[in-house]
């Protein structure tokens, strides 16, 4: 069960205008809202809450989502020093420490998951943040855009291929990929020219090439992945998975935070126990009860 609620597409108006396109020329902000969009999750959020958003919230949100990404690295830097799981953010603006309230200029009691995805939508249709995809229902890890394309340099250096084939996919990705699709997963059409720069892509861990789906005709689908995080990835699903287990052997599914620190020792896992702690509230699998001993960490049946 995740935080974020989803929504349905939006629909179409008399005028011929899509609800998306609607929304960004009202608010005028530069954002591409359009049906060419390659970002699929924009058609998940009804334009109307969008603009609700920031009109209620403004540019502040965007500041506290950047202010919150970058504590958060501050505080796993050691296991974990480029990216950022979305669920985290979600832990952090919501709950905050031990329940309280998020970061202080969005402090709000109607402040929602729908909320920090909006601003995080605008972040990465801006160019200041990507997505990189992660095998976890409604999860992605989040890095500055900035950053990824230094990573991705030293992945694949441009001037320093040997190989002017690989120089060539170096530039591409480059040029033709960092900054223009937010991720974390994008369509390309298929194009024989471009066949073995993608596979390039693919070999050096920039790209993950993925099955096909609803887009499988003419296209091919793609996933930004960071170089060198598979071992963190894989952490981020066996230590949820080995948490979860765990709660779920305890008398009503229910542990107090304060015992999980001090008992629980996951074997799966090179991340520490309050990344995964954070990250069951921020993929909402638990639930935060206060109690007169502390926090105690409820699973939700599904």
Not at 169 to 192: C, M, N, Q, Y
């Amino acid at each position: 069960m995740s935080l974020a609620k989803r929504h349905a597409a939006p629909t179409g108006h008399a005028d011929g205008t899509n609800k998306k396109q609607r929304a960004g020329e009202e608010r005028g902000d530069g954002v591409d809202w359009g049906e060419d969009s390659d970002d699929d999750e924009l058609a998940l959020l009804a334009a109307d809450e969008v603009k609700e958003t920031v009109d209620r919230l403004g540019g502040r949100l965007n500041y506290d989502i950047l202010g919150t990404m970058r504590r958060l690295r501050l505080r796993f830097q050691a296991t974990c020093p480029h990216f950022v799981s979305k669920t985290l953010i979600y832990d952090a603006m919501l709950r905050g420490p031990e329940g309280a309230a998020g970061p202080a200029s969005t402090r709000s009691d109607t402040l929602t998951a729908t909320d920090i995805d909006v601003g995080l939508l605008e972040l990465k249709q801006k160019s200041v943040l990507m997505a990189i995809y992660v095998p976890l229902a409604g999860d992605e890890a989040l890095v500055e855009t900035c950053e990824y394309r230094e990573l991705a340099q030293r992945a694949l250096p441009t001037e320093c291929c040997v190989n002017n084939r690989l120089r060539e996919a170096a530039r591409f990705f480059h040029d033709e990929i960092v900054g223009k699709h937010p991720g974390p997963t994008f369509h390309l059409p298929k194009r024989s020219a471009s066949t073995d720069l993608l596979d390039a892509l693919v070999k050096h861990e920039l790209l993950l090439r993925m099955p096909g789906g609803k887009h499988a005709s003419g296209v091919d689908t793609f996933a930004f992945k960071l170089p060198g995080s598979g071992r963190v990835v894989s952490s981020m699903i066996a230590g949820r998975n080995e948490l979860v287990a765990r709660i779920k052997r305890k008398r009503h599914h229910e542990m107090l935070t304060s015992k999980v620190r001090k008992e629980v020792k996951l074997r799966k896992t090179v991340l520490p126990i309050e990344w995964h702690i954070a990250d069951l509230v921020g993929s909402g699998l638990v639930h935060v009860v206060n109690t007169t001993v502390g926090p105690l960490l409820r699973l939700i049946d599904n």
